[in-house]
């Protein structure tokens, strides 16, 4: 099909999206960039957020991914996951246990948790639980 790129989204345990779109765009560690057909090829690291694409029917679709790496080029983009999950199969209750988790981690005693780590995950929580919210 004329005018789309290859999207492929892949994690250590599994290919999360193999499909074309009619644009891809992610939250790269220095800003969110998008790429269509054609595009000069680039290489850059992502942060935890949400890549969305244009499937060829038009729907906006949406993967969360917990950083990673995205390669740009002409015809197509990989992005290599740590982890990631369609927009559709976030469990919101997970997601909000998630967060309490953290959020407690974080109000209790910081000299007993590793406070990096809270902080990540409560990061990934509230992305989760705002890609499910904003559907």
Not at 21 to 46: C, K, N, R, W
Not at 101 to 112: D, M, T
């Amino acid at each position: 099909m004329a005018d789309t790129i290859r999207l492929e989204i892949v994690t250590p345990e599994r290919r999360v999206v193999s499909e074309d779109a009619q644009i891809v765009m992610a939250p790269g560690s220095e800003g969110e960039f998008g790429v269509l057909d054609g595009h000069t090829p680039f290489l850059t690291s992502l942060k935890v957020g949400m890549a969305r694409f244009k499937d060829t029917a038009g729907n906006e679709c949406g993967v969360f991914i917990n950083g990673g790496f995205a390669e740009a080029l002409a015809d197509r983009v990989t992005i290599l996951a740590e982890s990631a999950e369609r927009r559709r199969d976030i469990d919101l209750n997970r997601a909000q246990s998630a967060m309490e988790r953290a959020e407690n981690r974080l109000a209790g005693n910081r000299s007993s948790i590793d406070e990096t780590r809270a902080k990540a995950a409560l990061a990934r929580a509230l992305h989760r639980i705002h890609a499910v919210e904003s559907r």
